[in-house]
């Protein structure tokens, strides 16, 4: 099992559509969690943390569950600039850094 | 110059060549990273610097040398590649390795292509 599992997409949805992604990791002593965000060809780049109580930023909402190990983005009235790729990052430990292998979203006119 | 910034962006080089990619940090951090980008594939840990001292080789062949002179800069020493090593190099940073929230900053990315 990957340490860190997201469902490549790509999701193809139109301006105005909420769309959620999901992502399970495997490491139960993981301590942090973040969404990072890669444009095509760029580097990744902090979407938002991913607390306990869920947050929120704007059209982004951010859901920890800790018993079923996985993590959530949705986002709500999608834009045409919220196409890229979206990264789970998992923290356990130290440095142990897992990322995703990234979600693929593609917002259509 | 702010941020993480990873020099050449592009880099194409034969199997027998010696080449070095740089990256140099403004933001203050201690910690400093290298990961290894291939296409469809998660972001690969290379290598991983604490305040200069390497803390972290994750089973990396030896024609990839790091070297962190300080804790602004960090490079990574290529020699004798193979084909399968072209991918996207991307340096990162943080505060350190221990805060919770621990968040990376990426640079830019170095593409290299391996002939």
């Known amino acids: 099992r990957k340490e860190v599992e997201q469902d490549p997409g790509p999701f193809n949805v139109p301006e105005g559509a909420t769309v959620a992604f999901n992502c399970t990791y495997s490491?139960?002593?993981?301590?942090?969690f973040f969404w990072y965000r890669q444009d095509c060809r760029k580097e990744p780049k902090l979407l938002m943390s991913?607390?306990?109580s869920g947050n929120e930023d704007g059209r982004f909402t951010a859901q920890l569950n800790r018993a079923s190990q996985y993590i959530s983005l949705l986002i709500r009235d999608s834009k045409l600039s919220d196409s890229a790729t979206y990264l789970c990052?998992?923290?356990?430990?130290?440095?142990?850094?897992?990322f995703g292998a990234g979600t693929r979203l593609f917002v259509k006119a | 110059e702010t941020g993480v910034t990873q020099t050449p962006r592009h880099l194409v080089m034969g199997m027998t060549n010696k080449k070095s990619l740089k990256c140099e940090q403004h933001?203050?951090?201690?910690?400093m990273y290298w990961y290894k980008q291939s296409a469809k594939k998660p972001l690969e840990l290379m290598f991983v610097?604490?305040?200069?001292?390497?803390?972290e080789n994750n089973s990396v062949p030896s024609r990839f040398s790091p070297e962190c002179p300080n804790s602004s800069h960090l490079f990574l020493h290529l020699h004798t590649l193979q084909p399968e090593d072209s991918a996207l190099y991307l340096c990162?940073?943080?505060?350190?390795?221990?805060?919770?929230?621990?968040?990376?900053?990426f640079g830019a990315g170095s593409r290299l292509t391996v002939l």
């Open positions: 610097y604490n305040f200069k001292e390497q803390t």
């Open positions: 991913v607390y306990s």
């Open positions: 990052v998992v923290r356990g430990g130290g440095f142990k850094t897992i």
């Open positions: 490491n139960s002593a993981s301590q942090s």
């Open positions: 990162a940073s943080s505060q350190d390795l221990v805060s919770g929230a621990n968040v990376l900053t």
């Open positions: 933001l203050g951090h201690n910690a």
